[in-house]
T-cell receptor, first 115, second 108 residues
Framework: DAGVIQSPRHEVTEMGQEVTLRCKPI?????LFWYRQTMMRGLELLIY????????DSGMPEDRFSAKMPNASFSTLKIQPSEPRDSAVYFC?????????????FGEGSRLTVL | AQSVSQHNHHVILSEAASLELGCNYS??????LFWYVQYPGQHLQLLLK??????LVKGIKGFEAEFIKSKFSFNLRKPSVQWSDTAEYFC??????FGPGTRLSVLP
């Protein structure tokens, strides 16, 4: 059974460029989360969806960040324009339960470097 | 506001030593508590979780954690660590707020 699949695994881009990160949750899971991990700030929740609907995007740092979930099997996190301080590992996670008791299953992350 | 603090940034132990990693949270409502582990180069995996009932919960690989409501704590323990336990450990509340992580290095 495939886990959460993220792409790309690594991305190096220049400041000002658009970055799109992709996530395919585990089939049947109805909650999806985007996190950002940095040395300075640890693991931060950016946004999460229940049944494809964004529930809380208060963690999205700025208007440069946007996330979509057009269907139950795909989500994107877009940064436009990107800045060096956006360099981090971005994790996607999914859960079979809407409630906060549900275990999160994480993808392997997308390591973004903005020069 | 919800927050999670973890007492130690980096812990270094020798094999067979006992481990306790501290976790304290701040939250006014119902809490569901988790410990996740991230082995080097890998994604986060669930170690154990607490929702209700017995405050002492057991997880995988010999780990356990105790929920002490009066202290707002959920400390992680293991009686004897192994080199393979070298990883970063994250405490989380309600899936939404993670602590900063504690890096554990176990020396062979």
């Amino acid at each position: 059974d495939a886990g959460v699949i993220q792409s790309p695994r690594h991305e190096v881009t220049e400041m000002g460029q658009e970055v799109t990160l992709r996530c395919k949750p585990i089939s049947g899971h109805n909650s999806l989360f985007w996190y950002r991990q940095t040395m300075m700030r640890g693991l931060e929740l950016l946004i999460y969806f229940n049944n494809n609907v964004p529930i809380d995007d208060s963690g999205m740092p700025e208007d440069r960040f946007s996330a979509k979930m057009p269907n139950a099997s795909f989500s994107t996190l877009k940064i436009q324009p990107s800045e060096p301080r956006d360099s981090a590992v971005y994790f996607c996670a999914s859960s079979a339960r809407l409630e906060n008791t549900g275990e999160l299953f994480f993808g392997e992350g997308s390591r973004l470097t903005v020069l | 506001a919800q927050s999670v603090s973890q007492h130690n940034h980096h812990v270094i132990l020798s094999e067979a030593a006992s481990l306790e990693l501290g976790c304290n949270y701040s939250y006014g409502g119902t809490v569901n508590l988790f410990w996740y582990v991230q082995y080097p180069g890998q994604h986060l995996q669930l170690l154990l979780k607490y929702f209700s009932g017995d405050p002492l919960v057991k997880g995988i690989k010999g780990f356990e954690a105790e929920f002490i409501k009066s202290k707002f704590s959920f400390n992680l323990r293991k009686p004897s660590v192994q080199w393979s336990d070298t990883a970063e450990y994250f405490c989380a509340v309600n899936r939404l707020v993670f602590g900063p992580g504690t890096r554990l290095s176990v020396l062979p």
